[in-house]
């Protein structure tokens, strides 16, 4: 909704700026979004006189003229100019020092050729204004001088543009803004002027017939035939206060159906009486199929659930939305029916969307239009067209209403409104309120209830003693209400134990080096090709969305390592190359596809990283990250949650390198999973670095906490600690060797420690060489080497046994 | 003797207070002390000197030895301390090269600025609920008083899934949850923070998925000041106690009144600037007193019980917190902006 300030002017008195009184439409509810000033650029454009006027003395075409610029300037004002069409004593617009120009010229002191200039004599052109372009624009001689340019050049309008909220349909129009002002600003307004004078003896009723069909679909629909139309131009009043609506003039009987629209919030329709076949006017449902022609010249087939205007014969529009294109008004019209009609907003709201068209009238009737406009605005039409010359008006309106709408009523008492507010406002100040904005107020009893009867434009918005509320506090002003605290029990803040959790992991994983990121819940099939999800993985059922926004999100994801690989992937495409990220978010899963109840959210945690281990730095490594700095990231953050005794394996995943991989397990139960990202996976993604992932769930490591943490003492005597080191096959897990060191190693074994591997020169192939730390300890007593001894030889025994190990020294 | 003593004393002296090292000190002190020195030799034949001389004799080269060895001390110290100067001389380095320092992560700015959020309501007795991201239209909008084919959706669109289950477009659904965990008009006194998804294009202000904060306060006798000074407290410990507050009135279908909450700028502090548009103002969130119809679908009765519910977005705070000026930023995930937090 956009309308002038001049437009709202011919109504009611607004002593204070532009900008004040969108203030005080914004502070009210009557959100203005913007302020278009017609003036813009003009501010520093001043009525001057030419006083003195030489030639310049090193120019045989300059002119130096001495302005008087009245109240702008105690003294005249020196500027040069080049036209030749300025003699002394004209009148013109003078651009001072600091103008920003409608052309893009910005003034500044300056000289011409040795003469000092301060400022610039403007034509039409640069003022943006009708003119020519032959030199300066030359004002009447009684044009007061030191004034604003734009006040008398006719651009002194503003245009006011609304950002309305959805329950203000009624706001939609000039006769909804005034109110408003008129209750805040206490000024009364005066509305538009209805008086049509029934000229032409011809009946209404007799020339045509109003019919409504589904009274669900259309509650009202009104009309009166004008005779005599003599179409043409609008006048030039009109056009500027549509312009300054956004509305583009068309002739005059369209342009006053407009006119009124935008005046009374009512949509109107103008129908060439002559091609209307029966003359009969029905408002229908379309019949599936049946042929559209629209003013915008598209056929449309009707799908059979709009609201169509019907003749006798064909459908002559879409009702509140679009005209039909054979009963436009046109150079040989010379009868017109006008249509004010009252159309179902949800039938509105749906065809508009469905057909894909917007207009000011279907914005209006998705709002809701106050059905008791359709009359009125009938009458003013046809005053408008009346006192142009431009038609005689038959008697009567033909006024279809099947069910007259009832008011709405609303009891309440003063007291319930300020306690719901915190206010205390007088309970006169409230009925005078309510009044103000055209309720009526009954006194019920003494006790201070009172029935405010709701004013017919606002019956869509205020329905219960609560809606009455909002307006006493949006009048009085939001700034009016007090800040209070709720003062009820005091209660402890508190958030479930899985946010703990979550909470938790991400501390530590911060801990650990790894970044945080976020992404969006969606996925694409592409994404989970690139991860070489199998067919027939249940990470392929993911949930589809209806309306996606592009291709690149269709679905919801299933799995958190397409995004965690797509973020990996823009980062190294932007040479970020040490990279660690992680992210715990809920991925979906449907119990059926396609679903018919919400699917299961479940919880995951999942983390990348490649590239340096340690900073780039002078004195640091140079060494790459590798599958053991994901699988101590995984271990420590097991370790941190008390999570312990699991077991780790060689594991099998799609994404991941099928010798680097290992499952952290819990019985059969997977608790996390590491790996290799597989390069064909990297290759998809254009990583061309080695790249780790792992991977949990946290309900099911939240099963797995450790509870009731307790320490352990620390030993009172010292233990002995014993070597071993040996060849083995390099196939021989080394976890496997030290569950046989601990099985073996007697009742004083305490630990035992992996602290060398080593592979390559002088290790004969496929053999690896090892070396373990055991410590043997005693709670009671300090060890002897006898004591430990025979363990030793256990643990050498049967290690040998077992790998067929060859001890080394 | 006593002459040859004193000469002893003297030379030795002197060599001491020669000396340049260590090394020399310790062959001084072979040399002068030793068992094969002339102070040796002399006691040694202090046997053979008659009985009145020896003890004075005695006293003497005693007195000789102490001198020597207390000289050969102080020296020691002398010459140990200036050993240390030469040997730190030659270890210095160059102390403005960069220091050793392990990798340290970081949490994404969304999450510092929501576990902000969530600090502040938690110690005003706040509990963080939760519900599903994906959810039903009846939660999401119709017990949200928000119909099918009411104007107001337009103002979210949304994803949907089927006819009936959506991307959840806010986080108020967790109101109508929650309440409905409830009963006997209990009070509640709640803020549910998650991820909301709208059909928006992805540009520098807009993104297909945001984070949101809903709150919700249900008691008999709650009052629309009382969410005024809520939003204040939370808005003063966010933006810092000078931060303002500005209530606009608005449309919501779930509240009434409703209002728009705006801050004074915190980049102008209400001067007005490029941030807020030359107005002083930031738009912050949006509230209102929680509509009836909404208590009444939720098993409340508003004939006994009031509330007020806001909701706000956790990008914009975090952008107006850090400075950041395209949203894109946060769910691009570059490790060069999350590093930085």
Not at chain 1, 82 to 103: F, K, S, Y
Request: glycine residues 8%.
């Amino acid at each position: 909704m956009q309308v002038s300030l001049n437009w709202l002017r011919d109504y009611i008195d607004i002593d204070c700026s532009a900008e004040e009184l969108a203030e005080k439409l914004t502070m009210a509810g009557i959100p203005v979004e913007n302020l278009i000033r017609e003036d813009a650029g003009l501010e520093k454009v001043i009525t001057g006189r030419v006083e003195k006027m030489e030639k310049h003395p090193d120019s045989d075409h300059m002119w130096i003229c001495q302005m008087n610029v009245g109240k702008f300037s105690e003294n005249l004002v020196q500027i040069v100019t080049g036209a030749q069409n300025v003699h002394e004593g004209d009148i013109v617009p003078v651009a001072m020092v600091g103008a920003d120009l409608p052309c893009g010229k910005k003034i500044s002191k300056g000289k011409l050729r040795g003469v000092a200039s301060n400022g610039m004599l403007c034509s039409p052109d640069e003022l943006n204004v009708e003119g020519g372009h032959d030199g300066i624009l030359i004002l009447p001689r009684d044009t007061e001088i030191g004034i604003q340019a734009g006040k008398i050049l006719g651009k002194d309008d503003v245009i006011f543009e609304f950002e309305l909220t959805a329950n203000r349909g009624d706001c939609f129009s000039v006769e909804g803004l005034i109110r408003e002002i008129g209750v805040l600003t206490g000024k009364n307004p005066k509305y538009p002027d209805l008086n049509v004078v029934e000229d032409d003896s011809d009946s209404t009723q007799d020339l045509i017939k109003i019919e409504i069909a589904d009274p669900d679909l259309c509650s009202r629909f009104s009309a009166r035939v004008l005779k005599n139309v003599k179409l043409g131009e609008s006048p030039e009043w009109m056009k500027r206060r549509l312009e300054g609506a956004g509305i583009r003039s068309i002739n005059n009987v369209v342009d006053v159906t407009n006119f009124v629209m935008v005046e009374l919030g009512q949509p109107m329709h103008a129908y060439d009486y002559d091609q209307i076949a029966g003359k009969i006017l029905t408002a229908r449902k379309s019949v599936k199929g049946e042929q559209l022609h629209t003013l915008d010249d598209s056929n449309r087939l009707a799908k059979g659930d709009e609201l169509v205007i019907a003749d006798s014969e064909k459908a002559a529009g879409l009702a509140g939305i679009m005209g039909g294109l054979e009963t436009e008004i046109t150079e040989s019209t010379t009868t017109v029916v006008l249509e004010a009609a009252n159309f179902n907003s949800t039938s509105i709201r749906r065809t508009s969307r469905s057909v894909g068209l917007h207009s000011e009238a279907s914005g209006r009737f998705e709002r809701g239009v106050d059905i008791s406009k359709t009359i009125k605005s009938l009458d003013r039409a046809a005053k408008l067209l009346q006192d142009m010359n431009a038609c005689t008006v038959t008697r009567g309106i033909v006024d279809c209403y099947p069910v007259k709408k009832s008011e709405t009523s609303i009891d309440f008492t003063c007291d319930k409104i300020n306690s719901r507010l915190g206010t205390q406002i007088d309970e006169s100040k409230i009925i005078e309120i309510l009044k103000s904005l055209d309720f009526v107020v009954e006194n019920l009893d003494e006790d201070g209830s009172y029935r405010a009867i709701v004013p017919m434009h606002r019956i869509n918005d205020v329905k219960v003693w609560e809606d009455l509320s909002e307006e006493i506090a949006r009048i009085v002003g939001y700034d009016q209400i007090p800040s209070t605290l709720p003062f009820g029990d005091s209660t402890q803040g508190h958030q479930s134990e899985q946010q703990d959790f979550i909470d938790k992991i991400r501390s530590i994983l911060t801990s650990l080096g790894m970044c945080e990121e976020l992404s969006f819940g969606f996925t694409n099939p592409e994404t989970l090709d690139k991860l070489q999800v199998p067919g027939d993985s249940y990470l392929r059922n993911a949930i589809p969305i209806m309306n996606p926004l592009t291709d690149e999100f269709p679905l919801v994801r299933t799995t958190l390592l397409g995004g965690i690989l797509e973020n990996a992937s823009r980062n190294f495409s932007r040479k970020n190359e040490d990279v660690r990220l992680f992210e715990v978010a809920p991925v979906f899963h449907p119990k059926s596809l396609p679903i018919t109840e919400l699917p299961r959210e479940i919880w995951k945690l999942a983390g990348i990283l490649f590239g340096r281990r340690d900073r780039v730095a002078w004195n640091s490594s140079k060494d790459e990250l590798d599958f053991f700095d994901a699988k101590g990231i995984v271990e420590e953050l097991l370790s941190q949650l008390s999570i312990s005794n699991y077991q780790v394996e060689r594991g099998d995943h799609f994404a991941l390198h099928p010798g680097r991989t290992a499952f952290f397990k819990k019985g059969r139960e997977i608790i996390a999973t590491v790996g290799e990202v597989h390069p064909n996976v990297l290759k998809s993604f254009g990583i061309s670095k080695r790249a780790f992932i792992f991977e949990m769930d946290i309900e099911i490591l939240r099963k797995y906490i450790g509870k009731n943490f307790k320490y352990e003492s620390l030993p009172k005597f010292p233990g002995i600690v014993r070597d071993i080191a040996m060849l083995v096959d390099e196939n021989i897990p080394a976890l496997e060797i030290e569950q046989i060191i601990s099985k073996n190693g007697g009742k004083f074994f305490q630990e035992v420690t992996l602290f060398d591997l080593y592979q390559g020169k002088q290790i004969s192939e496929g053999k690896k060489s090892l070396a373990f730390t055991i410590k043997f300890q005693s709670p009671e007593k300090t060890l002897t080497d006898e004591e430990v001894d025979e363990s030793f030889r256990n643990i050498l025994a049967a290690v040998e046994k077992k790998f067929n190990a060859e001890l080394r020294g | 003797m006593e002459k040859q003593i004193e000469q002893i004393k003297e030379s030795a002296l002197a060599a001491i207070h020669e000396s340049k090292n260590l090394v020399e000190l310790d062959s001084i002190r072979v040399k002068f002390l030793g068992k094969k020195s002339e102070l040796a030799s002399i006691s040694k034949n202090m046997g053979k000197l008659s009985a009145e001389d020896r003890p004075r004799l005695g006293k003497i080269n005693h007195d000789a030895r102490v001198e020597i060895e207390s000289a050969l001390d102080k020296k020691k110290i002398e010459l140990q301390s200036l050993e240390l100067d030469q040997k730190l001389k030659t270890e210095s380095i160059d102390v403005t090269l960069p220091g050793r320092r392990n990798i340290r992560g970081h949490l994404h700015p969304i999450t510092l600025t929501l576990d902000r959020i969530k600090k502040i309501f938690l110690n005003m007795g706040y509990s963080i609920e939760e519900g599903p991201e994906i959810e039903t239209d009846y939660f999401n909008f119709e017990a949200l008083n928000l119909p099918k084919d009411h104007p107001a959706r337009d103002m979210q669109d949304s994803f949907y899934i089927t006819e009936e289950i959506l991307m959840r477009t806010q986080t108020s659904p967790v109101q109508a949850r929650t309440m409905q965990a409830h009963s006997n008009n209990e009070p509640i006194k709640m803020i549910a923070p998650g991820r909301v998804y709208r059909r928006d294009d992805y540009d520098a202000s807009h993104s297909p998925m945001f984070t949101q904060v809903e709150g919700l306060v249900i008691d008999r006798g709650i009052r629309f000041s009382d969410l005024k000074g809520t939003l204040e407290t939370f808005l003063k410990q966010t933006f810092g106690s000078k931060a303002k507050i500005r209530l606009r009135p608005s449309f919501f279908p779930f509240t009434e009144p409703s209002t728009e909450v705006d801050v004074s700028c915190v980049m102008c502090h209400g001067n007005g600037c490029s941030v807020c548009k030359g107005s002083g103002w930031l738009e912050i969130l949006g509230a209102g007193m929680v509509h009836p119809h909404v208590l009444e679908m939720s098993g409340y009765d508003p004939k006994i019980v009031s509330g007020f519910a806001f909701g706000l977005g956790v990008e914009r705070i975090a952008m107006l917190t850090y400075g950041i000026d395209d949203l894109r930023l946060f769910y691009d995930n570059d490790v060069r902006f999350l590093k930085q937090f």
